[in-house]
């Protein structure tokens, strides 16, 4: 009888470490199929990552007539961001060299891999051409049509305690200003500088108040208008003169770093029919 209880008692024994051991398997294999998946998943998005990355690499070489440039000024504790162009189309023809290269590299990239898709409307319309956005102060910095002029307008998102404008004209030689509309202030330091044919500059700085419209006649041609639009909005309308401009904003310091981009949705990445998986490499461009 105890040889029975004893038979017993390793039977029932040798039976719970073989269930435990099948049980320790299957968790196992469970874990390690778990697992996979998620490398697998993180692989992918490592592999959309490289893919965007190299789009908005592409894209942001395609000479748009922009220079621009972001710095650090320690001396106020602020980000400057410096823009600058030369106006000398209507807008009709504004940007359409740049326009003409997006819609090549749309169609590329549309034909080799068709989960992506570009919407350039976001960049170039009938009412509004190349916008750049500084993100996350929501700045915009476009060209808006007015009967076929290119307006130069600037909205500040976020407040902004200091403008610098630039203003080169390539048919005046002593460039003048008149302040039309006077609304003067503490709160906006607005700094213009007009230089003429000869190289010489005239630099004035116009204390503003940022809730009121303040509005500047260049060279008895060109309408400078501050305020009008929205608190801080900029309107530059050349009436057909061929000039540079260089614009500087000056952001306050927000603990946030500043990237300058093109408007979200320039092109999108379509997840619920995606050719880039598991065990699939992009097309790198």
């Known amino acids: 009888m105890v040889r029975l209880k004893k038979g017993i008692f390793f039977t029932f024994s040798a039976f ?7 049980v320790l398997s299957l968790l196992v294999v469970k874990t390690l199929q778990q697992s996979n998946e998620r490398l697998g998943e993180s692989g992918s998005l490592d592999r959309l990552y490289l893919l965007k990355v190299s ?14 440039d972001i710095s650090w000024d320690t001396n106020t ?13 209507d807008f009709t023809n504004y940007g359409s060299s740049f326009y003409s290269r997006m819609q090549s590299l ?6 080799d891999q068709q989960e992506i898709s570009f919407d350039l409307s976001k960049v170039y319309n009938s009412t509004e051409k190349i916008p750049i956005i500084a993100e996350p102060n929501n700045f915009r910095y ?8 290119v307006i130069l307008a600037v909205y500040p998102g976020t407040y902004l305690s200091r403008v610098g404008l630039n203003i080169t004209q390539t048919s ?21 500088t007009l230089i003429g044919t000869n190289g010489n500059a005239t630099t004035t700085n116009y204390a503003l108040n940022s809730t009121s419209i303040n509005r500047f006649l260049i060279n008895n041609q060109i309408n400078l208008t501050i305020g009008s639009l929205c608190t801080q909005c900029i309107e530059l309308d050349r009436n057909n003169a061929t000039i540079s401009t260089s614009l500087v904003a000056t952001f306050p310091y927000s603990g946030e770093m500043i990237t300058v981009n093109y408007p979200r949705g320039l092109y999108l990445i379509n997840f619920s029919d995606l050719n880039v998986l598991i065990n699939n490499t992009p097309r790198i461009l």
């Open 106 to 111: 749309s169609s590329y990239i549309q034909n």
């Open 55 to 68: 789009i908005d690499n592409i894209i942001s070489k395609l000479d748009n007539g922009l220079t621009m």
């Open 77 to 89: 504790n602020s980000t400057n961001l410096k823009i600058a162009e030369t106006l000398d189309t």
């Open 142 to 149: 476009t060209h808006i049509n007015q009967n076929d002029r």
């Open 16 to 22: 719970f470490l073989v269930m435990l051991v099948v």
């Open 172 to 192: 005046a030689s002593n460039p003048t200003v008149q302040w039309l509309t006077q609304n003067p202030g503490s709160d906006f330091i607005f700094n213009l």
